[in-house]
Structure formats: structure tokens, C-alpha cells
């Protein structure tokens, strides 16, 4: 199953620190360090290690950061072919983490969004798509991620993270995807359809109203819930937190490589146990095998 990942990729840089600095407020860091990242290439870095065939379609910029922000990709199993280079520089992110494992993060795009939906759709109309599993975000252009969903047809999977969250436009709806979103985006998300909910059961089935599709929705330590017709809950696995960076996406990529060779519950099941193991460890991406 080949797994098509449309999506961001960014140089990283990390401050590891006690407590996240109040307004006004300055705190020494206990550790910096530089690493890849970005929604897209940490999708397809985990979905590698459930996949012999992923591809990134993504954009960087002719700099340094680019090598750093592909870096360890190609020796995970990622095909970088479809990856351009752009006169922007390359997009970038830095992330403060503190001693709970809870981040905040701010984002540059940089080259990520400095693509267009016409030069998306002419990578993606070079790659066989039949029976492959689509996954794209909003950390790209709306116009790149509605390319990317409408390149998935006939036996191709769509997924879509909405994240950072934005409306889903009639024209991404229309096209049914697989909606992957956490509790609180959920939430926001139905209320953007007219629908006003706490609850993520009912959220997610007024997200599924519109999209006519599945719905998954992460709820931390309290697992994940799937809404296929039914409403049902994977249960998370108890760890110990150092760093929630990455999860979301360890755990998207995981279920999109299983999604070709199991149920919809079988796919988030192995997701929850990836997402599980990337909470254990500092970064967004941790290899973990075959």
C-alpha cells in the first residue's frame, strides 16, 4: 500500500525548559537542540515504519535548513523525489517544551506555503494513486490540500488533519475525506457545521453529517474515538510523558500505513501504540522498525 503524504516539513529547533515562560517573563533553557519537523514529513517518517512505499510531495527551500528538515527521511524508507526546492527559505519552527512533556509552538512556513495547488496537482498526477492512502494537513497552502484531496479518486484513501484548524471548504467536504482531528478541534470544528457540543461522539457526528465519511478523534489519555456508523473508543496505553511534540502526527501516519491491510479499528489501534511510543521520547520523530 503506498502511503502519498501532502504536507510541510520544517527545521526545528527545541527548548527543553522547566515551566512555559509567562508574559513577560524570562527562564533559562535546560537544552537547545536543531532537528527536522514540520506536519507532513513527521507523517511520513511514522508511516514508514508500517510502509516499504511512502512518498513526501512537500516544498523547501535551496538553504540549509532544507537538509536539516529532510533529515532522517530518505534512510526511514521516505521517497523524497516529489519534494521541490523553492527561492523561499525553508519553512522553520521552534518548539518550547517543558518538564510535563507539554509544548508550545510557534510556526514560519516559510517555502511551505509557497507552492502552488496547480504545481501539487501535476506531482500527483505523475504518481500511481490506485489503491494509495492520500494524507494532507493545513500547514500547506488550502489550495495544496484541497489538490491533494481531489487527486484522491476511485480505490484511493483521503485522510485529512485540519490542523492548524481551519474551516473544511465545500469543495474538501465534497470530496469525503477521512477526518482526523484531536478533542478540542472536534469541537470547534462542529460548531463551524452549526452544531454546539462538549462531547466528542457528538461532535464527530456532526463533522460526519457533512463529510459523509469517518471521523477520528484523539482524546490524550483517554484514547481515541471512531465514528464509522457507530460510535467506538480505542483505549490509550498509560506512559510516562516527556515530550507530546509529534504525536498527532506519529499517530497519523501509523494509521495511514495501516489503513490498506485492516479495518479502520485496526489501523488506529496500531496508531494509538505509535503515538504512545513518540510521547516517550524528546522530538516529533522516533523510529521504532518495521
Given at each position: 500500500?503506498?502511503?502519498?503524504?501532502?504536507?510541510?516539513?520544517?527545521?526545528?529547533?527545541?527548548?527543553?525548559?522547566?515551566?512555559?515562560?509567562?508574559?513577560?517573563?524570562?527562564?533559562?533553557?535546560?537544552?537547545?537542540?536543531?532537528?527536522?519537523?514540520?506536519?507532513?514529513?513527521?507523517?511520513?517518517?511514522?508511516?514508514?515504519?508500517?510502509?516499504?512505499?511512502?512518498?513526501?510531495?512537500?516544498?523547501?527551500?535551496?538553504?540549509?535548513?532544507?537538509?536539516?528538515?529532510?533529515?532522517?527521511?530518505?534512510?526511514?524508507?521516505?521517497?523524497?523525489?516529489?519534494?521541490?526546492?523553492?527561492?523561499?527559505?525553508?519553512?522553520?519552527?521552534?518548539?518550547?517544551?517543558?518538564?510535563?512533556?507539554?509544548?508550545?509552538?510557534?510556526?514560519?512556513?516559510?517555502?511551505?506555503?509557497?507552492?502552488?495547488?496547480?504545481?501539487?496537482?501535476?506531482?500527483?498526477?505523475?504518481?500511481?494513486?490506485?489503491?494509495?492512502?492520500?494524507?494532507?494537513?493545513?500547514?500547506?497552502?488550502?489550495?495544496?490540500?484541497?489538490?491533494?484531496?481531489?487527486?484522491?479518486?476511485?480505490?484511493t484513501r483521503?485522510?485529512?488533519?485540519?490542523?492548524?484548524?481551519?474551516?473544511?471548504?465545500?469543495?474538501?467536504?465534497?470530496c469525503h475525506?477521512?477526518?482526523?482531528?484531536?478533542?478540542?478541534?472536534?469541537?470547534?470544528?462542529?460548531?463551524?457545521?452549526?452544531?454546539?457540543?462538549?462531547?466528542?461522539?457528538?461532535?464527530?457526528?456532526?463533522?460526519?453529517?457533512?463529510?459523509?465519511?469517518?471521523?477520528?478523534?484523539?482524546?490524550?489519555?483517554?484514547?481515541?474515538?471512531?465514528?464509522?456508523?457507530?460510535?467506538?473508543?480505542?483505549?490509550?496505553?498509560?506512559?510516562?510523558?516527556?515530550?507530546?511534540?509529534?504525536?498527532?502526527?506519529?499517530?497519523?501516519?501509523?494509521?495511514?500505513?495501516?489503513?490498506?491491510?485492516?479495518?479502520?479499528?485496526?489501523?488506529?489501534?496500531?496508531?494509538?501504540?505509535?503515538?504512545?511510543?513518540?510521547?516517550?521520547?524528546?522530538?516529533?520523530?522516533?523510529?521504532?522498525?518495521?
Amino acid at each position: 500500500m503506498r502511503v502519498i503524504v501532502v504536507g510541510s516539513a520544517n527545521a526545528d529547533t527545541t527548548w527543553r525548559v522547566h515551566h512555559l515562560p509567562r508574559p513577560g517573563e524570562t527562564i533559562p533553557a535546560l537544552s537547545v537542540d536543531q532537528h527536522g519537523g514540520g506536519k507532513g514529513a513527521n507523517i511520513a517518517y511514522a508511516a514508514a515504519a508500517g510502509s516499504s512505499d511512502v512518498v513526501l510531495v512537500a516544498c523547501v527551500g535551496a538553504d540549509a535548513n532544507a537538509e536539516l528538515a529532510l533529515s532522517d527521511l530518505e534512510a526511514a524508507g521516505v521517497s523524497l523525489e516529489y519534494v521541490r526546492r523553492s527561492d523561499t527559505p525553508t519553512g522553520t519552527a521552534v518548539i518550547i517544551v517543558d518538564s510535563a512533556g507539554e509544548n508550545s509552538i510557534i510556526v514560519n512556513a516559510g517555502a511551505n506555503g509557497a507552492w502552488t495547488s496547480r504545481e501539487a496537482a501535476n506531482t500527483l498526477d505523475s504518481l500511481s494513486l490506485a489503491e494509495a492512502v492520500i494524507v494532507t494537513n493545513f500547514e500547506v497552502p488550502d489550495s495544496v490540500s484541497l489538490a491533494a484531496a481531489q487527486a484522491a479518486t476511485g480505490g484511493t484513501r483521503l485522510v485529512v488533519n485540519p490542523s492548524p484548524l481551519a474551516p473544511l471548504s465545500p469543495e474538501l467536504v465534497a470530496c469525503h475525506p477521512l477526518i482526523v482531528v484531536n478533542a478540542h478541534e472536534a469541537m470547534a470544528l462542529s460548531a463551524m457545521f452549526g452544531a454546539v457540543s462538549e462531547q466528542p461522539e457528538a461532535a464527530a457526528r456532526a463533522i460526519a453529517a457533512h463529510t459523509q465519511a469517518p471521523v477520528v478523534v484523539t482524546l490524550g489519555a483517554h484514547g481515541v474515538g471512531i465514528l464509522d456508523q457507530e460510535w467506538t473508543t480505542v483505549p490509550a496505553r498509560p506512559v510516562h510523558v516527556v515530550d507530546t511534540t509529534g504525536a498527532g502526527d506519529a499517530f497519523l501516519g501509523a494509521m495511514a500505513a495501516r489503513l490498506g491491510t485492516g479495518s479502520l479499528f485496526d489501523a488506529v489501534k496500531t496508531a494509538t501504540e505509535s503515538a504512545a511510543r513518540v510521547v516517550q521520547t524528546p522530538g516529533a520523530r522516533t523510529r521504532h522498525g518495521r
